[in-house]
């Protein structure tokens, strides 16, 4: 009987309760009017709402009925906290308070451009600079620095700590892989099966803590990109448990991978079905495949992406797998973030050879204008050149085809690219062979580093490298993905500090060093055009030159010293007579023949 009583009253002071109110808080003063407030709750679907100070334009349900979508207009609204009240008959159920904050950044700051040298890190794998957020009781992977594929404690108070030698570098750009929370039970480190997309991680620290690096990195005169992924989710998010609606995610009856032929957008004979198993194909059983045509799902996602960030203060983009979306979508989930920071620069991944399907991607590309489509994506990675650079430097250049050629080749085909000096260059990533490994030999980075810091682009390098790292992709991911020594209490010694390198660490460093410093006053390589030679006998020729300035590139890629006539290239030198070699720090006499050593890449600027 008591308990029945009970039973009969409870409903009667029942509160509705609200789990989740994404976005948390918003801004006055966007361009954009609208925003959509998405609540989460059991059973949600049943009240009416109520908001003061606020102009509540409509209230929209789901199939799934523990969500509303609160609809408002923002015009003439003012910074504040309002009262939102969910009301059952004429009982208000539950009162929450919502916040339109104040703006309070320049939305024309300078986003990341081919001025910047971008240098990429694993949180994870980084430096652990707070022990006690290595695991977190509501997250099920822990700690295990003894497995490849484990946690193994970096963070964001390790990258704080750190910036100095990043700084000291030359390095003007991180770009950090993601970083928002990812519940998976194994393999979580590498955190693209995000769970929470309004929440930092707690194993990197706390929203705040990635605020402050933001504002670290800005009084640096650094800038921070963000790791985005809009084509997945993992299986573990809240979302992906309880969907909105039966269309959120590409769902099918057997599990269906992608097919990863990206090539496929563009390809004219491409068939529905794998036109089908390319975009709504999961990328792997961990992360469940979004459907950015549902509309609530793409507005969900642009307002996440503002919301970090007005809030962090993030200075760009690097989206994953950016061809595995849908690409109409897409071009609204890039033209709202560029109306609200129209400076906002945006790199996407698309992982192919061929700089055709490659520029195909960036914005205002002709070739994809044959077909009637425009990414409106800025930047696109070239993922060519990394196909070059990776292999040339290990080859004679035999039949037209190989060695210096390679690059040579690549560079014939920029004419396809809308805007070239907007383009990623990189020899490596968190997904390749490690350089290190692929060229064992001091004097082959050294060549590679020289390629890319006075090649057109966006230079990235991968943390460690410059120390002399190592990591081979068949051993998997877990090893180009080793931990920088000196980022653990442990470690016996740090890299970070100067004076316990090893020998090989200090040359690798220095050398990096000098030449990313050397760049970064340089707009003759950061804007100035390019003026190349056929290579001959593997030596590669090229000048970055501008009005004011000219720089000569001599890539020796051959096992010999070689006597090099200069009369060939007097368009380049344009009668100048003597030059500066940055790398040898020497003076170069160009009126006669040069001598070229073995193996070796000259930066000569022309005086
Ligand atoms: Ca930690």
Not at 435 to 457: C, H, Q, V, W
Not at 577 to 605: C, D, F, H, M, R
């Amino acid at each position: 009987m008591k308990y029945l009583f009970i039973y009969l009253l409870f409903p009667l002071f029942a509160t509705a309760q609200i789990d989740r109110v994404e976005p948390p808080f918003w801004w006055q003063g966007m361009k954009n009017k609208k925003l959509k407030v998405l609540l989460y709750g059991d059973d949600l679907s049943k009240y009416d709402v109520k908001a003061q100070g606020m102009n509540l334009v409509s209230i929209e349900g789901v199939e799934n009925k523990n969500y509303l979508f609160l609809n408002f207009d923002l015009t003439n609204q003012e910074a504040g906290n309002f009262k939102i009240n969910l009301i059952e008959g004429k009982k208000t159920k539950h009162t929450f308070r919502y916040e339109i904050k104040s703006r309070n950044r320049n939305f024309d700051f300078s986003s990341f451009d081919s001025s910047d040298v971008v240098y990429l890190l694993m949180p994870d794998r980084f430096a652990n600079g707070n022990p006690l957020n290595d695991s977190h009781p509501d997250l099920k992977d822990k700690l295990n620095r003894s497995d490849k594929d484990g946690r193994h404690g970096g963070d964001l108070e390790g990258i704080i700590k750190n910036l100095d030698y990043i700084e000291e570098l030359g390095a003007t750009a991180i770009w950090l892989t993601p970083l928002c929370e990812d519940n998976d039970p194994s393999v979580s480190y590498h955190t693209y099966g995000q769970s929470d997309l309004y929440r930092i991680d707690p194993r990197y620290g706390s929203n705040q803590d990635y605020k402050r690096l933001a504002t670290s990195l800005h009084k640096r005169g650094m800038k921070l990109i963000m790791d985005y992924v809009t084509n997945h989710w993992g299986t573990q998010h809240w979302m992906v448990k309880d969907p909105p609606t039966k269309d959120w995610i590409h769902y099918f009856e057997e599990y269906t991978n992608t097919n990863h032929r990206k090539e496929i957008h563009s390809d004219p004979y491409a068939s529905i079905i794998d036109k089908k198993e390319l975009l709504k194909g999961w990328f792997v059983p961990t992360m469940a495949d979004l459907n950015q045509s549902q509309p609530k799902l793409l507005n969900y996602l642009i307002q996440n992406a503002i919301w970090w960030i007005e809030f962090a203060g993030i200075d760009g983009f690097r989206v994953d797998t950016f061809p595995y979306n849908n690409p109409k979508p897409m071009i609204k989930w890039l033209e709202a973030i560029r109306l609200e920071y129209p400076t906002f620069n945006i790199v996407g991944e698309g992982w192919m050879y061929n700089s055709i399907h490659l520029s195909y991607w960036q914005e205002n590309s002709p070739i994809a204008a044959i077909q009637g489509f425009n990414s409106k994506l800025p930047s696109v990675k070239d993922f060519a050149l990394y196909n070059a650079l990776t292999k040339a430097f290990s080859e004679r250049d035999e039949y037209w085809e190989h060695g210096m050629t390679r690059i040579y080749k690549t560079l014939q085909n920029d004419f396809l690219y809308p805007n070239i000096n907007n383009v990623l260059i990189f020899a490596e990533n968190h997904d390749t062979n490690r350089i290190n490994d692929s060229y064992p030999e001091f004097k082959s980075y050294k060549r590679i580093m020289a390629a890319l810091m006075t090649l057109r682009g966006i230079p990235q390098i991968y943390y460690g490298s410059e120390i002399g790292m190592t990591g081979k992709k068949e051993k998997g991911d877990g090893d180009i993905r080793r931990d920088f020594p000196g980022g653990w209490k442990s470690d016996k010694k740090s890299a970070f500090n100067e004076k316990e390198r090893t020998p090989v660490q200090r040359s690798y460093f220095n050398f990096t060093k000098k030449l990313i410093n050397w760049r970064r006053t340089k707009s003759v390589i950061h804007k100035g055009k390019t003026l190349h030679y056929v290579p001959e006998n593997d030596v590669y020729v090229y000048f970055r030159y501008s009005e004011k300035s000219c720089v000569m590139v001599i890539i020796n890629n051959s096992p010999k010293k070689q006597n090099l006539s200069l009369d060939r290239f007097h368009e380049g030198i344009a009668g100048r007579t003597n030059g500066y070699e940055v790398i040898s720090e020497k003076q170069i006499n160009l009126a006669k023949n040069l001598e070229v050593l073995p193996e070796t890449a000259y930066i000569i600027e022309l005086r």
